[in-house]
């Protein structure tokens, strides 16, 4: 194996570019984009959260997905589609409900995670990259007792398996992280997360891809991917096209890391990937009040919203829609994350400076990647990350890159083909 293609420019391709490169591939990326990370992630919450690994298939989540139906600024919105995918993902999320599979997802993806933020520290230290990252740990606040209690509970999984968690009291929570001062009354308690990380996950990208063209890697921005071709049990090229014309990129292997578009490009080779699109929310805006800002990251756990201060920016994102891949901004979805903002922090921000985004999160059933080899040898996947990209994805590549070269990966996770 000399050269591989990387399918998407995103935080996984990037991440997988630079360490194939790392260990000596001839590399090329492709994106349609004009440059890296400007999809999945380029404005997502900002949190490293390993903290956050339980899965959204849980053994309540059928019973809160029901009473938010039809909600439109509901946590977790399913708009029921005539839609062969969105039935089969819902038919696997609710299996992947069982307490026995969301225990096993809850630690896999707790490994994975742990790892990642590892090597995110590893590849700080080696590059300098600045991305206005804060090692101030994550906040998830509850502003209802029993949820405060059921989150108490569930974290002694994590606890048990050596990931710090401390339940606190609204006054020790207030006591870590000031800008709460505001909202305590209203608080029930809070879990905290101080190993947790933040930091502007389209910044380290954008500044890795610039590593690893000036290493060798070759990015083919503007491309569009058409297809692959399959021939005697392995890939045999990737038909692209761009402002010249359309021909077929040839390589000894190719890296799917196309997020929520993975799962029509691989059924084309005959490659089941169970992924299906689920649209998030974001909103971005100037700091006015920088002493009541946030130390590190909240996390309002009953609303599913994550505040992070980003530099001079507050970050706020969260809710997921399964809709297909429709992108257009939702009014109602967009003024729900900055009313809960205004709720928690009024004096912050200039509120009418604010900009709203959306990108389509590329979600498994388990919440659980998929990472490994394909039944097609040299065709290798990393994809279907959910809300964790940012967390699991420089372990993520690391891994992968370290089972394309043959060598064990340092992770305890159910890779693809392994």
Excluded at 11 to 20: P, Q
Excluded at 59 to 76: C, N, Q, R
Aim: hydrophobic content about 40%; overall charge neutral.
């Amino acid at each position: 194996m000399k050269r591989v293609l990387v399918l998407g420019a995103g935080i996984l391709g990037v991440h997988t570019a630079y360490f194939l490169r790392q260990r000596g591939y001839e590399v090329a990326v492709v994106d349609r984009q004009p440059g890296p990370g400007l999809e999945t992630s380029f404005a997502n919450g900002s949190q490293i959260s390993v903290s956050q690994s339980d899965p959204w298939a849980s053994p309540h989540a059928p019973f809160k997905i029901l009473k938010w139906l039809g909600k439109e600024d509901a946590p977790l919105l399913f708009r029921l589609r005539m839609d062969v995918n969105q039935w089969r993902w819902g038919l696997r999320f609710l299996y992947e409900c069982l307490p026995s599979r969301a225990e096993h997802n809850t630690l896999q993806a707790m490994r994975l995670s742990e790892y990642s933020r590892r090597t995110l520290q590893m590849l700080r230290k080696e590059t300098s990259i600045q991305y206005d990252h804060a090692e101030a740990g994550i906040m998830m606040i509850h502003s209802n007792k029993q949820s405060f209690d059921d989150a108490a509970e569930a974290a002694q999984l994590l606890i048990r398996n050596g990931e710090r968690r401390d339940v606190l009291s609204v006054a020790e929570a207030v006591k870590i992280e000031p800008a709460l001062a505001h909202t305590a009354p209203t608080l029930a308690g809070a879990i905290y997360a101080p190993n947790d990380e933040s930091g502007d996950a389209y910044k380290f990208t954008v500044a890795l891809a610039e590593r690893a063209a000036a290493m060798g890697v070759e990015f083919l921005y503007g491309t569009t991917i058409k297809k692959l071709q399959r021939e005697a049990g392995e890939v045999s090229g990737v038909v692209v096209s761009d402002e010249k014309g359309q021909r077929t990129e040839k390589a000894d292997a190719y890296v799917v890391a196309l997020g929520s578009y993975s799962t029509a490009l691989l059924s084309g080779v005959g490659v089941d990937a169970l992924i299906y699109p689920a649209k998030g929310y974001s909103a971005t805006l100037p700091i006015v009040n920088q002493p009541g800002a946030p130390k590190g990251s909240i996390t309002d756990d009953e609303m599913k919203i994550v505040f992070t201060t980003i530099g001079d920016r507050l970050r706020i994102a969260g809710t997921a829609e399964l809709n297909g891949f429709d992108t257009t901004l939702n009014p109602v979805r967009c003024a729900a994350l900055t009313k809960r903002a205004k709720h928690h922090f009024p004096d912050l921000c200039d509120w009418e400076a604010v900009t709203y985004w959306t990108g389509l999160r590329p979600a498994t059933p388990s919440n659980l990647p998929i990472i490994g080899q394909s039944k097609l040898k040299n065709l290798f996947l990393n994809t279907g990350h959910g809300t964790l990209g940012w967390t699991e994805g420089p372990g993520s590549a690391r891994a992968l890159v370290d089972i394309m070269a043959g060598v064990k990966p340092e992770v305890d996770y159910e890779f693809l083909g392994a």
